[in-house]
């Protein structure tokens, strides 16, 4: 049975920063990201890492947000910089494989002063 336990989200001012943390178990996979969604809007990808590629951002987080994989400890990370009121959501980790794919059960990500 697969589970995702995701940790680190929570208020934060402008321009601070979090990091987000989702440990996963019960299965392989090859696809590990991180997923948000606002109020009243779609869910959106943030950022997504593949077995032996290159990470992908939304535009609209280059440069602010990395993310990074321990494979280990079946972990996936989001360290998140320079945040904005427009970066609050709930983030959701998301792992694949095929056309399997998996959920945590989300982190809510506040920014604001």
């Known amino acids: 049975q697969v589970q995702l336990v995701e940790s680190g989200g929570g208020l934060v001012q402008p321009g601070g920063s979090l990091r987000l943390s989702c440990a996963a178990s019960?299965?392989?996979?090859?696809?590990w990201g991180w997923y948000r969604q606002a109020p009243g809007k779609e869910r959106e990808l943030v950022a997504q890492i593949t077995s032996g590629g290159r990470p992908k951002y939304a535009d609209s987080v280059k440069g602010r947000f990395t993310i990074s994989r321990d494979y280990d400890k079946k972990t996936v990370d989001l360290q998140m910089n320079s945040l904005k009121p427009e970066d609050t959501a709930v983030y959701f980790c998301?792992?694949?494989?095929?056309?399997?794919?998996?959920w945590g059960q989300g982190t809510q990500v506040t920014v604001s002063s």
């Open positions: 998301n792992v694949a494989i095929g056309r399997s794919a998996y």
């Open positions: 019960g299965g392989i996979f090859n696809t």
